[in-house]
């Protein structure tokens, strides 16, 4: 035997130790879930122990959050530094987080038809919304339905038309992209270093305390931080402008 199938598993071993089928093992490689197996001969593929606790949490995922794997996939790549430890207990709050429906609405509720109907964005602006990964829809007997959140997104977006922006003077579903990825590279800082800094001994539920108590006023502050640096750059351009004219 080889010193890699000494040091590693091969791919029944795997799913033996992670209670799972070996096809669930396989699906989880095919989406891109795992790292690539290494070979010692064409027919023989070995998979590193490491893999058990990403495994564990992939499934858990699934059960207790009901995430698709592609939703877990791009968890997994946004938060791949932090120990599988820290994922758990992530994990944990965002079940507890769940529970308190005005801080993380876990039921999507409003039908594509009825915002729509009520909201000045077409059904094509919507889909392209879905298509950059802006808002994510569940389908329920053939309809589209939309999360609280995901509502939010599409009114806010409703009212920037409303009052008079247009796609092309701004907030197209391109710029939305590009805020989408700033904005998941900022809240992944917040995160990792809201994790770094709780202490070990803080069990979820006081962390949600914590989260309930403050996430308003760290919005409150991320808002009014923003709107200086708004102020800022369109005095910085009054004044480019005024220099030019003189």
């Given at each position: ?8 598993l ?21 989406e ?6 290494s ?20 499934k858990?995922?699934?059960?207790e ?44 509720s ?7 109907r009520?909201?000045?964005?077409t059904?094509?602006?919507i ?31 409703s ?35 809201f ?8 069990s ?13 006023a ?29």
């Amino acid at each position: 035997m080889s010193s890699i199938a000494k040091k590693m598993l091969k791919i029944s071993e795997l799913a033996g130790e992670c209670g799972l089928p070996v096809s669930t093992i396989r699906h989880y490689i095919n989406e891109g879930l795992l790292g690539k197996p290494s070979k010692s001969s064409k027919n023989m593929a070995y998979y590193d122990r490491e893999s058990i606790p990403k495994i564990s949490f992939v499934k858990r995922l699934q059960d207790e959050l009901f995430l698709p794997l592609r939703i877990i996939k791009k968890l997994l790549k946004d938060t791949d530094e932090l120990p599988f430890d820290d994922y758990n207990l992530i994990v944990e709050v965002r079940k507890r987080l769940a529970e308190h429906t005005d801080l993380l609405p876990e039921m999507a509720s409003i039908s594509l038809l009825e915002i729509v109907r009520h909201l000045a964005l077409t059904e094509q602006e919507i889909e392209e919304l879905e298509k950059l990964g802006v808002v994510t829809p569940e389908t329920k007997n053939g309809e589209k339905y939309y999360d609280e959140v995901d509502y939010k997104i599409i009114k806010s977006l409703s009212d920037v038309r409303v009052s008079g922006f247009s796609a092309d003077m701004g907030f197209s579903t391109d710029d939305l992209k590009v805020y989408l990825e700033k904005a998941r590279d900022l809240v992944s800082f917040e995160s990792r270093l809201f994790v770094e800094r709780i202490t070990k001994d803080q069990s979820a539920e006081e962390i949600v305390e914590l989260i309930k108590k403050g996430l308003p006023a760290a919005n409150e502050l991320m808002s009014s931080l923003r709107d200086k640096l708004m102020v800022e750059i369109l005095k910085d351009m009054e004044q480019s402008a005024k220099e030019k004219t003189i």
